[in-house]
């Protein structure tokens, strides 16, 4: 095998909607809600996070299906755990916590498997420079001459806009297909590179603005919350930064609050994987505020930043 561990995988930039009617033809594939990973196949097998850890401690029985395959590869994908309503992400979580025994047992009692889209190298010849639909069909003969099931999946892929703009129905999302890549059918595979598109499915909800970043009466971003049984307001989700005119609004009818609010004295991390504290500002949870989210929900809380849209002036804190 000529390319090994760790690799740089292609990336994807965000956009905000699908291709325009008339624009050069594109692939669309299902974003699902997994682990990227590359998993190096063959006598060597190795499974490489997108950061370029080794995940093989957590995932026995991908190792074991790496080195059973047959045939010597690498093969891009996202690596998943099936629940009962779809895609668990937090059980890939905590999966990818276990080793040794433990790690043997999860993999007996919540198999992980991998949803492959692209191909790297396969049987020592070096695909980087192939165009992508090069590379698929590689990929699909790979899938039908070795009859590969579970673990192994190949992840869906269509030229259709509107089989694609299907795929950002809510629907699919609370299955976990966060949402579509779009793909240059001549591309190259560009390590490193954010040569791919990515659309994420968006809903609006509803949240209660808990507190602010920055301060009350020029907030740079909000936290909010939800109030669960027994009174307790749960953060769910964290703003990207506000518009002027939006912090501007809500600097006019935000009001500070003191230590009978619900978070005073509590501590949120100012970003995913670092226990820096978040600065924050608490303000009186009586304002409600529609948000647009995607569908990457960890027990009520949004996994990435929510959009600010607008006040609900017509809902109270309660109705939330």
Do not use: N
């Not at 994908?77 to 895609?87: C, H, K, P, Q, Y």
């Not at 668990?88 to 492959?116: G, K, M, N, Y």
């Not at 600097?251 to 609010?261: I, K, M, N």
Request: with cysteine; glycine share 8%; charged share 25%.
């Amino acid at each position: 095998m000529h390319l090994s561990p760790p690799i740089e995988p292609m990336l994807a930039r965000p956009v905000t909607a699908l291709p325009a009617p008339g624009a050069r033809p594109m692939l669309f594939e299902q974003k699902a809600d997994g682990f990227r990973v590359l998993v190096f196949t063959g006598p060597q097998p190795y499974v490489q996070s997108r950061r370029g850890a080794d995940l093989r401690g957590a995932f026995p029985e991908l190792v074991q299906a790496a080195a059973e395959l047959g045939v010597e590869a690498v093969l891009d994908a996202e690596l998943v755990v099936w629940g009962a309503r779809g895609l668990d992400f937090p059980a890939l979580q905590e999966r990818a916590r276990r080793r040794r025994a433990t790690a043997q047992h999860a993999a007996r009692e919540r198999p992980a498997h991998l949803i492959v889209f692209d191909v790297l190298e396969m049987s020592g010849a070096v695909l980087l420079d192939e165009p992508l639909r090069r590379r698929r069909a590689a990929l699909e003969d790979l899938f039908a001459t070795r009859r590969l099931t579970a673990p192994w999946a190949l992840c869906p892929q269509t030229s259709d806009p509107a089989t694609a703009a299907g795929w950002l129905d809510p629907v699919w999302g609370a299955a976990g297909i966060e949402g579509v890549v779009i793909k240059d059918p001549d591309s190259r595979y560009r390590r490193g590179e954010r040569g791919w598109l990515k659309l994420r499915t968006r809903m609006t909800a509803e949240g209660i603005i808990g507190a602010v970043t920055g301060v009350v009466h020029a907030p740079r971003s909000l936290l909010l919350g939800r109030f669960v049984p027994g009174g307790r307001l749960k953060l769910i989700a964290r703003s990207t930064p506000l518009s002027r005119p939006a912090a501007a609004e809500l600097g006019s009818v935000l009001r500070p609050a003191g230590q009978e609010h619900p978070w005073h004295g509590r501590r949120f991390s100012a970003g995913w994987g670092t226990s820096e504290p978040l600065a924050f500002q608490p303000v009186v949870p009586d304002l409600v505020a529609e948000i647009s989210v995607d569908t990457a929900v960890d027990m009520g809380t949004y996994r990435h930043p929510v959009r600010y849209l607008r006040l609900r002036d017509d809902m109270t804190a309660a109705d939330v």
